[in-house]
């Protein structure tokens, strides 16, 4: 199992591998559906199907909400959008991983696990990003498996906090 490299997805490379995944899950790579990838991979803050409805209707690409949440919903179950809970919005995963053939090893649950996931919420601007903690929460993972009894299959955690521009001492 390849380890998550240290820096984030391009944008770029986000909408290559989306697609790729998409295709293989047998949908047509339409145009709307690119340009919700292409939306979700330019956004530094997280958007709703509203937001990205809205976006795309100024673009001169209308698409009805159905379709949005539609390709959102393949899109999660992929791992490559995460839903911010508090915010009922999604930001696209900033960590690239290769698509799970085996959604559940029950002999080793949380080995080689990759769908867990640490985003951090900016108070100040809103921004998100997604911090690197796989191995940590793997391993949370693991005692939760051994003390709790419980499978854990995948996992994020939302940190509040500040973001490194908004922590000047004049704000
Ligand atoms: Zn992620
Ligand atoms: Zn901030």
Redesign the pocket.
């Known amino acids: 199992m390849s380890r998550l490299p240290a820096t984030p997805l391009s944008a770029t490379a986000y909408v290559e591998q989306a697609l790729v995944s998409l295709k293989a899950r047998g949908l047509r790579l339409t145009t709307p559906r690119r340009r919700v990838v292409q939306l979700l991979a330019d956004a530094t803050h997280p958007l709703s199907a509203y937001d990205i409805k809205d976006l795309l209707a100024q673009q001169n690409t209308p698409v009805d909400t159905v379709s949005v949440y539609r390709v959102l919903e393949h899109l999660e179950s992929l ?1 490559l959008i ?1 839903k911010v809970g508090s915010m009922g919005k999604v930001v696209a ?3 690239t991983h290769t698509p799970c053939q085996q959604t559940t090893n029950t002999s080793h649950p949380t080995e080689g696990h990759h769908h867990w ?1 640490v985003l951090l919420l900016c108070v100040g601007c809103g921004q998100v990003s ?1 911090a690197e903690a796989g191995e940590h929460l793997a391993q949370f993972a693991q005692r939760l498996h051994h003390e709790q009894q419980f499978m854990p299959q995948s996992g994020s955690l939302e940190v509040k906090g500040w973001c490194s521009q908004c922590q000047s001492p004049t704000s």
């Open positions: 791992h995460h995963c900033q960590r996931h997604e």
